[in-house]
């Protein structure tokens, strides 16, 4: 199975802080993603990447930069935290729009 | 506005029963539709895709869709506990963009 990992884990953060979060696949998939879910709510899609070297805005970029240096990394970066950014974070890749996307484990964050 | 939307918000059926969830797009590009499982504390998998009209059966699981419509829909047969989890569906179009709905949070009671 496709395996898609990120780091940390889990977070805390004081606001105004700078935050990066991590996302490594190993499956050499194009396309990768960045979600938040809220509590007992759905995904909603931050950045997205074709490629490296590409990052493409979601529905939901405000206050969120992303990098996608390589085939196999993509960040996610929050430049200046708000607590409104506490969320659980989830990093996925996939093939193209016919394939499945694989989620990594998410990552806690805790803006104070 | 969002691009997915699924009902009922949440769900209650005994053990044994049949679940039956409910997902429909508001954009006529999509053209694959998506269902996902998430148990609690867990990241989202991916249980049945389907991008042709009529039903598709895995198991006790069975998707429909009507293209015309956009409308798809998951039944779980013969339920389990385990199958309690927050079911997800998705939509995605050929510019790579996929649409997650807000999801559908089944519990099975014993």
């Known amino acids: 199975e496709a395996a898609v990992t990120q780091s940390p884990r889990n977070k805390v953060a004081v606001t105004g802080g700078k935050v990066t979060l991590s996302c490594n696949q190993t499956n050499n998939h194009n396309n990768m993603y960045w979600y938040r879910q809220d509590t007992g709510h759905g995904l909603r899609l931050i950045h997205y990447?074709?490629?490296?070297?590409?990052?493409e805005k979601g529905d939901i970029p405000d206050g969120y930069k992303a990098s996608r240096p390589s085939q196999e990394n993509f960040s996610l970066i929050l430049e200046l935290a708000t607590p409104s950014q506490t969320s659980v974070y989830f990093c996925?890749?996939?093939?193209?729009?016919?394939?499945?996307?694989?989620f990594g484990p998410g990552t806690r964050l805790l803006v104070l | 506005q969002q691009k997915v939307q699924q009902s009922p918000e949440s769900l209650i059926v005994p053990e044994g029963g049949m679940a039956s969830l409910n997902c429909t797009s508001s954009d006529r590009n999509v053209d694959y539709f998506w269902w996902y499982r998430q148990h609690s504390g867990k990241s989202p998998k991916m249980l049945m895709s389907i991008f042709s009209n009529g039903e598709k059966e895995e198991g006790r699981f069975t998707v429909h869709l009507n293209k015309a419509s956009l409308h798809t829909s998951l039944h779980i047969r013969d339920s389990q506990p385990s199958d309690s989890a927050l079911y997800l569906c998705?939509?995605?179009?050929?510019?790579?963009?996929?649409?997650f709905g807000d999801g559908t949070q089944l519990v099975v009671k014993p």
């Open positions: 998705a939509a995605s179009d050929s510019n790579n963009r996929i649409f």
């Open positions: 990447s074709y490629g490296a070297g590409s990052t």
């Open positions: 996925a890749s996939g093939g193209g729009h016919q394939d499945t996307q694989y």
